[in-house]
């Protein structure tokens, strides 16, 4: 198969990483695969996550291989030491990515809550019990002023998670990637919706979960992270929170069919609070790393 590989320009060029693009295209011009190699910073500079497609008609032609190939030179041309991927269990890419040098270092679980089974009165209790020392509160998009600087200082929050072999580094948060990592949400048409636990005692933030939901407020929405601060943890924050967010979405957009969610297989305390509020399991990825 005559295969040409062509570098696109991403639009998607912010001030936290960058990626870089392909299209790979048969003799006559009709895409077979592409591939996105994101360059991380801010902690995370020995990494590159890589994002490869084959249209089905054309894999076992070597284009998989040829567009895996130019984004792994990229990568060692850039100093990273580590290649990422993704791929579902069991599907083609993992077998691809397997055998092709890769190891399996992380399973992810992802599950599903439908908004139609949520059982309100059950998040209520969740929602209205006590939790001595600390307080909920809520926003919509960007974080205010007088509550970025203990919000980014949160984030630390996921510094410890549970992530078995993979090398992803601490990411270096601050009061400006917080607010651009907002921006990134607002500018690309959704809505990004964040709770958090306070510190009574100082105004703190103890603890936060991050809900992103359509911009037309249908389908399905994606939880992003939600970490508590280790000196906070056995105070169900956590649960709370999440407890919170649904309440909020469900509240909110009577359109949304449901809400998405990926944990690290191994991250059992955060399984635990996703199967008490009802989601159900949709899939299983592998996280495959590659070391250059």
């Known amino acids: 198969m005559s295969l040409r590989i062509t570098p696109l320009t991403d639009p998607a060029h912010g001030p936290h990483g960058r990626r870089l693009a392909w299209l790979a295209s048969d003799a006559d011009s009709i895409p077979a695969g592409t591939a996105f ?3 991380l910073d801010g902690g995370q500079e020995h990494l590159a996550e890589l994002d490869l497609r084959v249209h089905p008609a054309e894999r076992r032609k070597g284009v998989g291989s040829r567009l895996l190939n130019t984004a792994v030179a990229t990568a060692r041309d850039n100093a990273r030491r580590r290649v990422v991927a993704q791929a579902e269990a069991g599907s083609p890419g993992d077998h691809f990515l397997a055998a092709r040098g890769f190891r399996k270092v992380l399973t ?3 599950t599903r809550l439908a908004m139609a089974d949520v059982d309100t009165t059950v998040l209520a209790g969740i929602v209205e019990r006590p939790h001595p020392g600390y307080r909920l509160t809520s926003w919509q998009g960007t974080v205010s002023d007088n509550l970025a600087r203990t919000f980014a200082a949160s984030r ?3 510094d410890d998670m549970p992530m078995d072999d993979a090398e992803y580094g601490t990411v270096a948060w601050d009061v400006d990637r917080v607010r651009a990592a907002a921006k990134a949400v607002e500018q690309r048409g959704d809505r990004l919706h964040t709770v958090v636990a306070i510190d009574a005692s100082n105004g703190s933030i103890a603890a936060f979960t991050e809900l992103v939901i359509p911009g037309n407020g249908a389908g399905d929405g994606q939880h992003y992270g939600t970490g ?3 000196e906070h943890r056995g105070h ?3 649960r709370w929170m999440k407890a919170e967010s649904i309440r909020q979405a469900h509240r909110d957009y009577p359109d949304l ?9 191994s991250n059992a305390h955060m399984r635990r609070i996703n199967d008490d509020l009802g989601y159900t399991p949709t899939h299983t990825t592998h996280q495959h790393q590659l070391d250059l």
């Open 37 to 39: 190699l994101r360059l």
């Open 108 to 110: 992810f679980r992802y």
């Open 156 to 158: 630390r929050a996921m």
């Open 228 to 230: 508590v601060l280790p």
């Open 236 to 238: 169900g924050l956590g």
């Open 257 to 265: 069919d449901g809400l998405l969610t990926d944990t690290a297989d």
